[in-house]
Antibody, heavy 124, light 110 residues
């Protein structure tokens, strides 16, 4: 059973870079069986997909965040990471990592497993 | 941004059947599967329906999904108090090359 756990600073200053890590257990990045995504949710608001990385190392990003986002993977540590630069108060949210089982080719099967989420506040 | 459209709220009495709609476009629901997520208060979202109408193991058959054209629906029959939650639809969008979600529907059991 895949399990995910987010970690990282809970407070980031405006204009700085938000960095989070998602530790994966129960699955290997080398298996090619999953894509790995980041999703966020401001307090009292809906879900916003941020971006993902897939087995070949390729990425997809939300067009509205693409200029500031980077998702990478460290297979030796079995974790993947999110970096969001030039943050503002609008980036304050709960950040989730999630796994997408590969269905066929580049098609995945939704977000089957989610981490518990980590709250990040952008404030000086 | 919310690429899919859901009503912000829905309600029903215990035992009632309620539905939540999710409207999209040709590039998302019209071309790809729809997924539904349930988010209980203070917790992470949980997959409720996948590939339009499939239930993961452990999800009661009171929950069902349907799809037609560029719209989808989630139905809850035999509504129970523990169904009070936020419900989100999601789909891959070919034009954006990314996932889009609905704004979420808050289900209240009266």
């Amino acid at each position: 059973q895949v399990q995910l756990q987010e970690s990282g600073p809970g407070l980031v200053k405006p204009s700085q870079t938000l960095s989070l890590t998602c530790t994966v257990s129960g699955a290997s990045f080398n298996s090619g069986s999953y894509y790995w995504s980041w999703i966020r949710q401001p307090a009292g608001k809906g879900l916003e997909w941020i971006g993902r990385i897939y087995p070949s190392g390729g990425t997809n990003y939300n067009p509205s965040l693409k200029s500031r986002v980077s998702v990478s993977v460290d297979t030796s540590k079995n974790h993947f990471s999110l970096k969001l630069s030039s943050v503002t108060a609008a980036d304050t949210a709960v950040y989730y990592c999630a796994s997408e089982p590969v269905l066929t080719g580049h098609q995945t099967d939704g977000f089957h497993i989610w981490g518990q989420g980590t709250m990040v506040t952008v404030s000086s | 941004q919310s690429g899919l459209t859901q009503p912000p709220s829905a309600s029903g009495t215990p035992g009632q059947r309620v539905t939540i709609s999710c409207s999209g476009s040709r590039s998302n629901i019209g071309s790809n599967f729809v997924y539904w997520y349930q988010q209980l208060p203070g917790t992470a979202p949980n997959l409720l329906i996948y590939r339009n109408d499939q239930r993961p193991s452990g999800v009661p058959d009171r929950f069902s999904g349907s799809w037609s054209g560029t719209s989808a629906s989630l139905a809850i029959s035999g509504l129970r108090s523990e169904d009070e939650a936020d419900y989100y639809c999601g789909a891959w969008d070919d034009s954006l090359s990314g996932w889009v979600f609905g704004g979420g529907t808050k289900m209240t059991v009266l």
